[in-house]
């Protein structure tokens, strides 16, 4: 049974949040929650990037970041892309390559591309590749996603100056965890390790091309 004791104070989407979740209540449930459903818990692990989502700038995987963990950050969702009404450059791409078949994968998927794309304007495809690695489509659409991203950064060169400048994002360029400070947190339970952490995505490291690879 979830007790919803604890508050939590967060940015959700350019808009003041003010919520309470329970003790492991993870990002993804908080924000079904809250009426958000493109973050997508799939494998539980981190591993497949349905259920990408940024905090404070970062991408991070919302099925192993906890709800009460979130408070006092800035939270964007796939839902945030198109807040003016239009779709965003990736999103427009992504139809326009057909790059999705059963769609589930799919906001994972442009979540990671538009961070990509912030970090690196003009990618190569073994950078598309490289940053998109973590993100797994059952439907392997993966030719299409990267000619998406690539349609995706023309049009953004293509429009460049034409809308309001972009933040740029950082992503993390080691693999593993990225800890919050948790000293701030007045739970004294011990959840699993892994609900502890916030991980960001992980990035592959020494020249090593993986795409869509299920890892053990």
């Known amino acids: 049974m979830n007790h919803y004791i604890l508050p939590v104070r967060f940015t959700l989407n350019g808009r003041p949040a003010d919520v309470f979740v329970s003790h492991r209540e993870d990002a993804v449930d908080l924000l079904k929650r809250m009426g958000l459903f493109g973050a997508r818990e799939s494998c539980g692990q981190g591993l497949c990037g349905c259920c990408t989502i940024k905090v404070d700038g970062l991408v991070v995987s919302g099925c192993l970041t906890l709800a009460r963990l979130l408070d006092g950050t800035v939270v964007e969702t796939v839902e945030d892309l198109n807040r003016s009404g239009e779709l965003s450059a990736v999103q427009r791409a992504f139809i326009d390559e057909w790059a999705f078949q059963c769609g589930f994968c799919t906001p994972g998927f442009i979540m990671m591309a538009e961070a990509l794309l912030d970090e690196h304007p003009d990618p190569t495809d073994e950078q598309i590749v490289g940053h998109l690695s973590g993100n797994l489509c059952r439907c392997a659409t993966y030719p ?18 034409a809308d309001q400048p972009r933040t740029l994002v950082r992503l993390n360029e080691k693999r593993g965890p990225r800890h919050l400070d948790t000293t701030k947190d007045p739970d004294t339970l011990n959840p699993p390790e892994r609900h502890d952490q916030r991980h960001t995505r992980s990035q592959p490291h020494d020249g090593e091309i993986r795409f869509g690879s299920r890892r053990a």
């Open 144 to 161: 299409e996603v990267v000619q998406a991203v690539k349609r995706a950064a023309h049009n953004r060169k293509a429009h460049e100056g």
